[in-house]
Nanobody, 121 residues
Framework: QVGMVESGGGSVQAGGSLRLSCAAAGDTMRGYCMGWFHQAPGQERKRVAH???????DYADSVKGRFTISKDLNANIVYLEMNSLKPEDTGIYYC???????????????WGQGTQVTVSS
């Protein structure tokens, strides 16, 4: 089984920054593509970024140049550094894990409980 716990959400003004953390159980990060998804109120969950087993990353166009996904294998933590935050970034951010990044990009995977991010204008 895959277990993940997100933290680091909060309320910030537009232009501010947050760093989200995902603590993954066991050896999840060594066997899964890891990603972050964003769910705005009333909207479907959408992929923000993912990082594969080799460390290669991919980002949604909406966050390129602003967000950075990274992982610390020794600490078993995946990070999402969010800069230049916009009001449309508001919503719940979920950490996700799936054996392949292709499946993860389609919304298939295991999920954490989410952490709330609120960006005010």
């Amino acid at each position: 089984q895959v277990g993940m716990v997100e933290s680091g959400g909060g309320s910030v003004q537009a232009g501010g920054s947050l760093r989200l953390s995902c603590a993954a159980a066991g050896d999840t990060m060594r066997g899964y593509c890891m990603g972050w998804f964003h769910q705005a109120p009333g909207q479907e969950r959408k992929r923000v970024a993912h990082i594969d087993l080799g460390g290669s990353t991919d980002y949604a166009d909406s966050v390129k140049g602003r967000f950075t996904i990274s992982k610390d294998l020794n600490a078993n933590i995946v990070y999402l550094e969010m800069n230049s935050l916009k009001p449309e970034d508001t919503g719940i951010y979920y950490c996700a894990a799936e054996p392949t990044c292709g499946s993860l990009a389609r919304g298939i995977g295991y999920w954490g409980q989410g952490t709330q991010v609120t960006v005010s204008s």
